[in-house]
């Protein structure tokens, strides 16, 4: 689900660096909290951290949850704005830490002895979830973290405007420059990839057939392809056709809606805001290939229950998250699809789900299944923000991108060692 606040930046970075910054230097056990029992056991007061979702009716679902829950009294903590990054980080230092709390996968958490390890209640279930979704919360055979939800990432656009223009779907990273150009008008920009454009580093990545890093947990994403998808996507920024700061960025469809662009890079879980607005005229794409070997590639988010390791209520905690997570498949589809679109990472919600089984939202599931890429857990901020320093310095400001790219490989290996020696 998107982060609709009225800042202006990528708040999944964000909220990855301050994880990745708290979890690196390690956290300090977490005691009782507010409302909870002192020693723990049957009907402990539990504490959970949600961020603010944008789509009307989030929080309101996620404690009429909470409050059908028996075993226990379960208080939500609804961080809204910018906030929920430094209220999470800051209480996981203190007596006041959430007993769960939502996030996404990083080795950082692990190590650090943040997370619990959830295996013993996904193991009899595991077949049922996304293959990919257990795969980025695996360490060493153990699963931390329960997948909520998954967000595929693609390109939006209007049919009309397409054909008014003379333009078809592009195939190629070329192609979408192409595109770019014939649709922007003296009113309407070709395209909108985002305010910082953060959002490329990734997909660029996949579509010129590379990874972020190998089998081995070394460099991949440093190859011609690469570099060449960066000069491609700095001809794009400084050729007039791209909407440039924005009101609001990628993850809210108004750039679209409004018609201040032909095609925007946004997430599923818009749709159907998109679709409201503009109806059979919305159409979409995956992020087209890079070079000869390039591959489509679609950009999987989502978000992801972790339990607090350090708290008193463990096992209790566990128990929750085990009844929700897992038990009620009625809330998780409700969760999924009743808020937006996203799709749910047990494959039975999924394939009964009967808002993806047509139009627009079935063909998302299959770019998703198709062309989907997942976070590698091994990833951290640092890496994350050598990359997007690559784009800031050689898409934003005309830097040589092999150049930047080796001042990147030499942050990254640092991370590297860190983690794997």
């Known amino acids: 689900m998107s982060a609709m606040s009225n800042s202006n930046f990528d708040r999944r970075s964000v909220l990855r660096a301050a994880m990745g910054l708290a979890a690196a230097g390690g956290l300090a056990a977490c005691g009782s909290n507010t409302g909870r029992s002192n020693g723990g056991g049957a009907g ?5 951290y949600f961020h603010a979702y944008g789509e009307a009716g989030t929080e309101q679902a996620i404690k009429r949850y909470a409050k059908a829950y028996k075993g226990g ?32 996968p990083q080795l950082q958490m692990i190590e650090s002895g943040q997370v619990a390890d959830l295996t013993d209640l996904i193991d009899p279930v595991k077949d049922d979830f996304n293959q990919a979704d257990i795969q980025s919360h695996t360490v060493d ?14 390109f939006f656009y ?4 397409f054909e008014k223009a003379g333009v078809e779907v592009p195939q190629t990273l070329e192609e979408l420059a192409e595109a770019a150009a014939k649709l922007t008008t003296s009113k309407v920009k070709g395209a909108y990839l985002g305010n910082t454009l953060h959002s490329m580093v990734n997909p660029l990545i996949w579509s010129a057939g590379a990874q972020h890093l190998d089998d081995k947990n070394q460099i991949a994403y440093h190859t011609d392809a690469v570099v060449d998808g960066f000069k491609q996507l700095r001809k794009l920024f400084t050729s007039g056709d791209l909407l440039l700061d924005a009101p609001t960025d990628f993850w809210d469809p108004s750039a679209l809606n409004q018609g201040l662009t ?15 607005a503009l109806g059979d005229d919305l159409g979409i794409f995956p992020f087209p290939k890079v070079g000869d070997a390039g591959k489509l590639s679609v950009y999987n988010g ?20 085990k009844w929700l997570w897992i038990d009620q498949k009625e809330y998780q589809e409700d969760w999924a699809l009743s808020y937006g679109f996203h799709i749910p990472p047990r494959t039975s919600i999924a ?11 079935a063909e998302g599931v299959k770019l ?16 994350i923000t050598a990359l997007e320093d690559v784009l800031a310095n050689s898409v934003r400001k005309g830097g040589d991108p092999d150049k930047e790219l080796t001042k990147a490989d030499a942050k990254v290996n640092k991370e590297l060692k860190k983690l794997f020696g």
Not at 302 to 321: C, H, I, P, Q, R
Not at 351 to 361: D, V
Request: glycine share 8%.
């Open 73 to 104: 009294n379960v208080t939500t903590q609804w961080i809204t704005g910018s906030n929920f990054e430094s209220k999470l980080f800051a209480s996981l230092l203190t007596d006041k830490a959430p007993d769960c709390f939502e996030f996404h």
């Open 141 to 154: 055979g153990k699963i931390y973290g329960i997948r909520m939800i998954d967000d595929p990432q693609f």
């Open 44 to 48: 402990a007061g539990l504490t959970q």
């Open 351 to 361: 394939q009964s789900a009967e808002k993806l089984k047509s139009g627009l939202p």
């Open 302 to 321: 989502g978000w992801s229950m972790f339990v607090n390791a350090k708290g008193k209520n463990l096992d209790e905690t566990k128990e929750y998250v």
């Open 158 to 161: 209007r049919k009309s405007l």
């Open 368 to 383: 998703f299944t198709d062309y989907g890429h997942f976070d590698n857990i091994g990833w951290t901020q640092a890496s």
């Open 262 to 276: 032909a095609m925007q890079w946004c997430g599923m879980w818009a749709m159907p805001q998109m679709q409201k």
